[in-house]
């Protein structure tokens, strides 16, 4: 059977190319076996119910593994302590094979109204002789645990389970326990009860901290796509090729799969692709890049939902994208604690930046197409937009020229705070129709900042590099230039641009070229 990229549900090892998880395995078992009570927090698509499934398997030969998932249980399972109890001994009924005599008619009681008490507390005196009983130590794995986290009930689920590990010492119970979803189940209380005097001490707070990486690295992505390469001798760079994808997604499992698909199943073998060799290549992963940042799907509305539903939020987005500048991090704020819950923003540093280039390319996207009815900017580029073409290649010079004479006429006269606070924005905002259908642009991350951006143009398997700066005087700018020619030097590149805002009276307005060792540096200035 032919093996493919999987982007929907649980992936698996005999049908779908996989990540080696070996490593990530060892870690989490090390937590079962030391005893941990632990939350697989992360954001959608990341791969936990994967992970779960693959380590159910690697614990059963020490363990006795019960795997169940709240999603699979009614909404009315949950409405009171009687119907989750009768609910969730029918969910061990069904999953485990076998349990020490009388255990399985004590749960069937639960199941068909006839225990004489049907409570949480007479539930998990039940597990406690099973536990007692056991042949093996029993570990409970639980996903989607999203599922109940806005019901008393499942808060005092938690506090049954808070209560067993507290006297594990005396009292037989759980090995491990694992509960897997989005939200950080140490919070629930804040989804229940939004008064202040109920926002800590959750039931949970016994639970360790999970620090397993389960983003990919770029050695991941290659061993995967090594196995892609066995079966099908497309001739890669498998290290180069790895390196472009994380690149772009900083490892999120879904985006790194979903690329790796669109490119196997959408790229090879159309027109411009015909073969799979043709189609792992650079040229063939930027068309997948544009496929992918221009397509809709729930993790992409999940995203724009949470940025309308936190409008400060939003405006730290819109700072990191547009004018670079810095934003601490702090998990305090529930705005970042959601957006980093959701893998959007991340902590580098003690700043919050955009998870990856395709995230970012995303808001971006989204915050300019609010802006286009209206912005003359846009519409100077798309009443000339096809100016900028030249047999299927981007005239990037041509481009910033006509920027340079259209934002003069319009903005030449604006005052120095609202060029530096728009003028990186309104030319992207100009660039967007002139690549729009055919070529995506982002911002690099690690050059952002207040002063300097470098906007980076893929367009028909061609990049082009343009920083973006705000001028500081002679120095300032020599500076930029060797920085550009460095940054040109990683993308293997011998023509690089620069756009500088300048607010100097003396200042000369246009487009000139600078030779820069063996660089050509074409520097436009407004």
Not at 31 to 52: E, H, P, W
Not at 345 to 372: D, H, P, Q
Not at 474 to 484: C, I, K, S, T
């Amino acid at each position: 059977m032919t093996k493919t990229f999987n982007v929907n549900g649980v992936c698996r090892p005999d049908k779908h190319y996989m990540v080696d998880l070996t490593s990530r395995l060892e870690e989490i078992r090390r937590m079962v076996d030391s005893g941990a009570y632990f939350t697989i927090n992360r954001a959608r698509q990341y791969g936990k119910t994967t992970t779960l499934r693959a380590l159910a398997n690697d614990l059963k030969d020490d363990y006795i593994v019960v795997s169940l998932d709240f999603q699979r249980m009614s909404a009315l399972s949950f409405e009171n302590e009687q119907s989750f109890v009768a609910a969730f001994s029918e969910e061990l009924l069904f999953f485990v094979k076998s349990f020490p005599e009388g255990i399985k008619e004590k749960l069937m009681a639960f199941v068909d109204g006839t225990a004489r008490i049907n409570s949480l507390q007479a539930l998990f005196k039940v597990i406690y002789l099973w536990c007692k009983g056991s042949r093996k130590p029993i570990v409970l794995m639980i996903d989607e645990v999203d599922t109940a986290t806005n019901n008393q009930v499942f808060l005092d689920f938690l506090a049954q389970l808070r209560a067993a590990y507290l006297t594990s010492d005396t009292t037989p119970t759980f090995q491990s326990v694992i509960l897997a979803g989005v939200y950080d189940v140490r919070n629930v209380k804040r989804k229940i009860r939004p008064e202040k005097e109920h926002k800590e001490n959750s039931p949970w707070n016994i639970a360790a901290d999970f620090l397993v990486d389960m983003s990919f690295s770029s050695a991941n992505i290659a061993g995967m796509l090594k196995e892609y390469e066995t079966d099908w001798h497309t001739g890669m760079n498998l290290n180069e090729m790895a390196d472009r994808i994380y690149a772009y997604t900083s490892g999120y499992p879904y985006l790194v799969s979903r690329l790796c698909k669109l490119i196997d199943e959408r790229i090879a073998g159309n027109e411009n692709f015909p073969t799979k060799s043709c189609a792992w290549t650079k040229a063939g992963f930027l068309e997948a890049v544009k496929i992918l940042i221009n397509e809709t799907n729930p993790l992409y509305q999940s995203l724009i939902g949470k940025v309308r539903d936190y409008p400060e939020l939003r405006m730290v987005l819109y700072d990191l994208l547009f004018t670079g500048k810095p934003v601490p991090y702090n998990a305090l704020n529930d705005y970042m604690e959601i957006a980093a819950m959701f893998g959007f923003i991340k902590n580098i540093g003690g700043s919050a930046i955009i998870s990856n280039r395709v995230f970012e390319s995303v808001l971006y996207n989204w915050f300019m197409s609010e802006e286009y009815l209206n912005n003359k900017m846009y519409d100077a580029g798309l009443r000339d937009k096809n100016q900028f073409i030249t047999e299927g290649h981007l005239n990037v010079r041509r481009i910033l020229e006509k920027f340079v004479e259209c934002f003069t006429y319009l903005y030449g006269d604006q005052e120095e705070t609202f060029v530096e606070d728009v003028g990186r924005r309104y030319f992207m905002l100009f660039l967007k129709p002139i690549i729009n259908g055919e070529g995506n642009c982002y911002v690099e991350a690690e050059t952002r900042n207040h002063e300097r951006t470098d906007l980076v143009i893929d367009y028909h398997g061609e990049q082009f590099i343009i920083e973006m700066k705000v001028w500081r005087g002679n120095a300032y700018n020599q500076r930029g230039e060797r920085q550009l020619s460095d940054y040109l030097d990683y993308f293997h590149l011998k023509k690089g641009y620069m756009l500088s805002f300048n607010f100097n009276k003396k200042k000369k307005i246009g487009v000139t070229d600078i030779l820069l060792g063996d660089k050509v540096l074409v520097e436009a200035v407004v």
